[in-house]
């Protein structure tokens, strides 16, 4: 625990001005991001005695290690910078929304040749409209089946359509007038986008205009005895009013306007959004946070409104926002959520008449979603509190290990040799800090050298930067994994390795925990503890013991690390296999230097498969569109020095296929 004085600035340091500074740790991490109108009176606010702070600022400010700020112009910017040092360091002791699932959005693919409705999940597209969020893909779907009898946009994917345009026969949709059926020709692509621009219209709640067209038109067609088109049209009516009825009317027909709404206690806080587009409720979404700031309604606001919108612009912000309380500094919000829509929005707290009946609406379903939140966190709190109490007491820990490390090693039979480390914090999967390793110190198969090797290699990295002898140089061959690294450099941005577990769990026995051991003794690192379990009796290793440690099957300790395992031993395995699958695919044209994919599909088009290639003579290889005599001749070359692949067999007849197929490269 630090003392907040050790790094409290000295008077005079700290700028009277508009800023947006940042509390790290001791590793260098940021923990706080904060915003201020005057950075002098903020920042002195931190450094009162302890026992006058908020407890969840004295512990924000005993966990930091020091204190660093950067000047801006006003508030608004001070706003801006706030919210992308939140989204680019994810402070621990920040309010973070996040969503409790993930909704799905109504999507026109505006961005395709021929537009397409679908359900979408996920970060927006450029170029994609969308409507919602909804409760349900359920409910996307009746409405869509329901308006596609007026406006027959695409549905299908594009596998579907190509496939559709290649045999020149619709889907079944586009047989029961449900699809213009632009695959087949019906449509220009100008008719179809307008069906989709219309489509997007009605959506967004100018419903009126099309719903007297479609009354009018079947009026017209019964004074022409046309029967059968009135009759069509006027179901054609009824299917629009029936979408129309799945929004109920809140509030006048021009409104457009989120409500957010509130329900909190001294720990967590829920957030409710209602999205009223042409008067209708047209989505709704919830988030719920842990209360890790000292912070009040209208601080809550505020960083829902930085999460709502911090990535939106146009339409998608609406006109009006309405709120329980206002931020502390309204203008500058104001002006903020005008800048991302492009025209002025209007944020304020509704005092009477519908608006104010629909806010206490939004503010029941928060404070439904705060108990049922509640309701489910209770007893997996308890679970998971109980679960690191049982690791820390049956391995003799001085306390439970709230971050856990495991490491696991994956090969075929000798080949492709991998590790993985997967990282839990608080018992929960930490998935922005797993890794994968190639193992490079040898070649064949040896888990415990390998095991070795890893451990050796990731702590090493932490020394490095726990020391801050400067940047690494990466020549040991991590491979970091998808969802990007978490550890954070100087500046706090992320960098690889730099937090330091309280427990390493190797999956295997004796062997590969003394091999863990030996390594972290090696560094001279001797206040991490390391444990092996093993998959034959789900037995427990410690170093240097003859004996495991047996853990009771009802224990929850023990199905902790159970499933810390087999997350590790599941990476390890996706990754070997996606190392052994690239190393199938490979082919003597990747080696030819200057021979792009573009030129290489080019190639294989033109003579079929690599083997009819191989037979290709130097002026018939040149013949190919873009080839050069240079290319062609280093082509020539590669191919000649790489040893055809072995024929196939048909395991039923025993008979050699020949190689004619498309095979590629």
């Excluded at 856990?404 to 492709?416: A, K, P, R, T, W």
């Excluded at 991490?528 to 929850?556: F, H, M, N, Q, T």
Aim: hydrophobic share 40%; net charge neutral; aromatic share 6%.
């Amino acid at each position: 625990m630090a003392d907040p004085s050790s790094y409290r600035p000295k008077p005079g340091q700290i700028p009277d001005s508009p800023g947006v500074y940042k509390f790290r740790d001791e590793h260098r991490r940021v923990i706080y991001v904060g915003k201020a109108k005057s950075l002098r009176q903020r920042l002195a606010n931190y450094f009162q005695p302890l026992a006058s702070l908020h407890p969840r600022t004295a512990t924000m400010v005993t966990t930091a290690a020091s204190v660093e700020w950067t000047v801006v112009s006003t508030e608004v910017e001070a706003l801006q910078l706030e919210y992308s040092w939140i989204k680019e360091f994810d402070p621990r002791f920040n309010v973070k929304y996040r969503d409790d699932k993930s909704y799905p959005y109504l999507a026109v693919t505006l961005n395709e040749e021929f537009p397409r409705v679908q359900v979408m999940r996920g970060h927006k597209k450029k170029g994609v409209r969308y409507f919602g969020p909804y409760a349900h893909a359920w409910a996307i779907r009746e409405t869509v089946d329901l308006m596609l009898r007026v406006f027959p946009v695409r549905t299908c994917s594009a596998g579907v359509f190509r496939n559709a345009a290649s045999a020149g026969r619709p889907c079944l949709l586009g047989y029961i007038g449900k699809c213009s059926a632009p695959c087949v020709g019906r449509v220009e692509p100008e008719e179809h986008r307008e069906l989709a621009e219309e489509f997007c219209d009605f959506m967004a709640g100018r419903t009126g205009t099309y719903l007297r067209r479609l009354e009018k038109q079947m009026m017209l067609a019964a004074e022409d005895m046309e029967y059968e088109k009135a009759a069509r049209l006027r179901d054609d009516i009824e299917a629009l009013r029936k979408a129309m009825e799945k929004n109920a009317v809140v509030l006048a027909d021009a409104t457009d306007a989120d409500l957010i709404a509130l329900a909190e206690d001294e720990l967590e806080a829920a957030v409710q959004i209602f999205h009223v587009r042409g008067g209708r409720v047209r989505g709704q979404r919830g988030w719920v946070t842990d209360k890790v700031e000292a912070v009040d309604s209208a601080g809550l606001v505020e960083h829902a409104l930085q999460q709502l919108y911090g990535e939106e612009s146009g339409d998608a912000v609406p006109k009006e926002v309405l709120v329980p309380a206002l931020p502390e500094d309204t203008t500058a919000v104001t002006q903020w959520l005008s800048g991302r829509r492009g025209s002025q929005v209007s944020l304020r707290i509704p005092q009477r008449g519908d608006k104010k009946a629909l806010m206490e609406t939004v503010a029941r379903n928060a404070q439904q979603a705060l108990v049922l939140h509640k309701t489910k966190r209770a007893s997996d709190l308890t679970t998971r509190s109980r679960a690191l109490e049982e690791i820390a007491e049956a391995l003799d820990l001085d306390s439970a290990p709230l971050r856990i490390e495991c490491f696991d090693i994956s090969h075929l039979q000798g080949e492709d040799v991998v590790a993985s480390m997967v990282v839990f914090e608080d018992g929960l999967p930490r998935k922005s800090e797993y890794r994968r390793f190639q193992i490079k110190g040898f070649e064949g198969q040896d888990d415990v050298r390998s095991m070795h090797e890893v451990i050796s290699r990731r702590f090493r990295r932490y020394l490095a930067e726990k020391e801050k002898t400067g940047e690494w140089v990466d020549g040991d061959g991590e491979v970091p994994a998808d969802t990007g690294p978490e550890g954070r450099d100087e500046e706090g941005r992320p960098k690889r390795f730099a937090y330091p577990p309280q427990l390493v769990v190797v999956d295997g026995g004796q062997p590969q925990v003394a091999a863990a051991r030996r390594a972290l003794d090696e560094l001279g690192i001797d206040d991490i503890a390391v444990c092996g379990l093993a998959k034959r009796l789900e037995e427990v290793w410690l170093p240097g013991d003859d004996d495991p440690v047996v853990l009771p099957r009802s224990s929850e300790g023990l199905y902790l690390l159970q499933r810390v395992r087999d997350t590790a031993h599941d990476f390890a395995i996706r990754y070997q296999r996606s190392k052994r699958n690239k190393r199938i695919r490979t082919s003597p044209l990747d080696d030819v230097p200057g021979l792009g994919a573009t030129r290489k599909q080019a190639l294989i088009k033109h003579f079929g498969s690599v083997k009819r290639l191989r037979q290709a003579t130097i002026e018939q290889i040149c013949e190919v569109p873009g080839m050069g005599r240079k290319t062609a001749e280093a082509v020539a070359v590669a191919l000649a020095q790489a040893a055809p692949a072995a024929p196939a067999v048909n395991t039923a007849t025993g008979e050699i296929m020949e190689d004619d197929g498309g095979t590629t490269a």
